[in-house]
């Protein structure tokens, strides 16, 4: 136990240290974090759970309730999420660690696998530039509760039943996903206690975790919708998730900024937003859900080979799977290994990113590590059949293990690199000016929150629709300010252009100031009475 905890600190610290650097890198937030941290900015304040000024129910309360302890701790503003990314993230490593070595049974396996992922680019950086930096707290969660669900399969008693539920609520009240593993999981559990006529103590420790620490949060999402919610977004993700697949991330994303039916809320925050569902779907477009799903699903192995995984760790995992026979134990070690993957077949039935199957890499990283063993082991026999030359048998297994993690360090300047090159600096400096400029507590109508964020200002969405509507909007929202920019007016919101230039722009806004970078041009007006 002494040598496992040692192990398991060094791979931590290990982890720590290949992901603090990333995470100092200058960076502007961007997509759903600067909701987390609008979120965690007001919670400190005691402004209430809200983004937009109504009781927020489509974001879990974990990640903003981390974001806040941050900023407690003297985090910067725009820095809370990154804090946790180093630290759940490097926890994740650890706990793998421990996971695999269980399951398995082989700590050279567990070690390895570790290492990996302390230095994979889709654990230790990528998560920074996808959006939300949610993905390294939720698989942290969900790597803590796949292990005691390991433990309840094999030792059954109450303590990692308990545990278990613990640990997937936390990773559901991270991401809504987190619930479906639980659920998956209490299915086998039952299933084994009638099968096998296990005692029921376990089985109910682990339902009792859950439901204590989730079933609060179902009655802050009953009482804000007045509907029976286990999650806030499951529908309109789906809308979105639809015209993302059909129409690109841009457009299909701004369907949330669109007017509901009445002509005065955005999709986003309108009741309306209950009203897609799964089977309505498919029940009135099954060719247009099957076609969506064919795309989502071809999107899959893409995904895998960049940025997830990579060519080298799938032939490792192919080798790790097919190299060696399968034993009664090995069988079963495998059969939880694949469990843990079937929830992410969920994924493709709404859309497909990298950030949203992140989960499997870890996971994928016990075989990537078990593969490059049989790669060593087939190595050093080689080498023992002559014993002069026998010593390559250890060069090669330095050469297997230092290709491997070169390759993800490798691949996590590549990923730094992409990143970076994809943001946008220029939403930043116009909210900071803002910041100096704006009176206190003036709304910016936005469509990128970050602007509301770094101008440390009430956030209001900025709609997509005709000028006429947007500006009934902006008067019904007491908006002061309104921030644009060249790419969205060109690409998502042509109706708007004339907002483009300060010469054309509608005789309500006056011009204030413009920021540019390499990627677009954002301007700041002023709305006036």
Not at 410 to 421: L, M, S, T, V, Y
Not at 475 to 496: F, I, K, M, N
Request: charged share 15%; with cysteine; aromatic share 10%.
């Amino acid at each position: 136990m002494r040598n496992t905890l040692l192990i398991a600190f060094v791979i931590v610290m290990l982890a720590v240290v290949c992901r603090t650097p990333w995470a100092l890198q200058p960076r502007t937030v961007r997509w759903d974090e600067p909701d987390y941290l609008i979120l965690a900015r007001n919670l400190r304040r005691g402004d209430g759970y809200q983004v937009f000024g109504v009781p927020e129910i489509m974001t879990p309360p974990a990640v903003p309730l981390l974001a806040a302890a941050a900023l407690a701790a003297g985090a910067p503003e725009d820095g809370a999420l990154a804090v946790w990314q180093v630290l759940a993230g490097a926890m994740l490593c650890g706990l793998l660690y421990g996971l695999s070595y269980e399951v398995t049974g082989s700590r050279r396996i567990a070690v390895l696998a570790g290492v990996l992922a302390a230095v994979s680019p889709a654990l230790a950086v990528w998560p920074l530039y996808w959006g939300s930096v949610t993905e390294s707290v939720f698989i942290a969660f969900l790597l803590a509760g796949l292990w005691a669900t390991w433990r309840l399969l094999t030792r059954p008693g109450w303590r990692p039943g308990a545990a278990a539920g613990f640990a997937f609520a936390l990773a559901y009240l991270s991401r809504p996903e987190g619930m479906i593993w639980w659920a998956m999981y209490l299915v086998l559990v039952l299933a084994i206690v009638l099968w096998r006529r296990r005692p029921w103590l376990p089985l109910l420790a682990f339902v009792l975790a859950f439901l204590v620490v989730a079933a609060p949060y179902w009655a802050y999402l009953s009482r804000q919708s007045g509907r029976l919610l286990v999650s806030g977004k499951t529908d309109i993700t789906l809308s979105l998730g639809m015209r993302i697949t059909e129409q690109g991330s841009g457009q299909g994303n701004d369907y949330a900024a669109a007017l509901d039916s009445t002509g005065s809320e955005i999709m986003w925050l309108s009741p309306e937003r209950f009203d897609a569902s799964l089977l309505n779907a498919l029940r009135t477009d099954p060719n247009g859900f099957a076609h969506r799903l064919y795309l989502n699903l071809a999107k899959v192995p893409l995904a895998l080979l960049n940025p997830l995984l990579g060519m080298l760790a799938l032939a490792l995992i192919v080798l790790g799977l097919l190299g060696r026979f399968w034993d009664c134990r090995r069988a079963r070690a495998e059969a939880f290994w694949i469990s843990a993957l079937l929830p992410l077949a969920a994924i493709p039935l709404f859309h497909t990113q990298p950030r949203l199957l992140v989960p499997l890499v870890p996971l994928a990283l016990v075989w990537v590590s078990r593969g490059a063993w049989h790669a060593i082991d087939w190595g050093e026999v080689l080498a023992n059949l002559w014993p002069r030359v026998k010593w390559l048998g250890k060069v090669w297994a330095v050469l297997v293990i230092a290709v491997v993690l070169l390759s993800g360090v490798w691949g996590e300047f590549n990923a730094a690199r992409a990143g970076q090159a994809d943001l946008v600096p220029s939403h930043q400096a116009a909210g900071r000016w803002l910041r100096e400029h704006a009176e206190l507590g003036a709304p910016v109508m936005t469509r990128n929150s970050e602007v509301a964020l770094y101008a440390d200002r009430p956030d209001v969405p900025f709609p997509n629709a005709t000028w006429e509507e947007v500006l009934a909007y902006a008067r019904a929202h007491g908006v002061r300010y309104v921030v644009t920019d060249s790419w969205e007016l060109a690409q998502l919101r042509p109706q708007l252009a004339a907002l483009g230039d300060p010469a054309t722009a509608p005789p309500e806004l006056q011009y204030l100031a413009t920021f540019s970078d390499p990627r677009r041009t954002t301007l700041v007006y002023r709305l006036t009475r």
